[in-house]
């Protein structure tokens, strides 16, 4: 699969961080959000504004630019009621 940009992502879309390609510090502020290299995270909104995501349960908002840098790989969706 191909590697993509955060902010390239629709709503609902679900991905798996790869790399974040930016500066010691934006990459720090990233880590200490959760956004680290393997994350699976969640799109809520992406259509102006900042970038609302859910990683590991929590809601986080990420600025355009930031989220530019974020790296993942999209993933399928897992079907959450496969027994009924």
Same mark, same amino acid.
């Given at each position: 699969?191909?590697?993509? *940009?955060?902010?390239?992502?629709?709503?609902?879309?679900?991905?798996? =961080?790869? !790399?974040?390609?930016? @500066?010691?510090?934006?990459?720090?502020? &990233?880590? #200490?959000?959760?956004?680290?290299?393997?994350?699976?995270? *969640?799109? &809520?909104?992406?259509?102006? @504004?900042? =970038?609302?995501? !859910? =990683?590991?349960?929590?809601?986080?908002?990420? @600025?355009? @630019? &930031?989220?530019?840098? =974020?790296?993942?790989?999209?993933? #399928?969706?897992?079907?959450?009621?496969?027994?009924?």
């Amino acid at each position: 699969m191909m590697t993509i *940009s955060l902010i390239k992502l629709h709503e609902g879309d679900e991905a798996k =961080v790869e !790399s974040i390609a930016a @500066g010691k510090d934006a990459t720090k502020r &990233l880590y #200490e959000m959760g956004l680290n290299t393997k994350a699976r995270i *969640s799109v &809520l909104k992406n259509d102006f @504004g900042p =970038v609302l995501a !859910s =990683v590991n349960g929590n809601k986080i908002a990420i @600025g355009r @630019g &930031l989220a530019e840098k =974020v790296m993942v790989q999209k993933t #399928e969706k897992e079907e959450e009621n496969r027994d009924e």
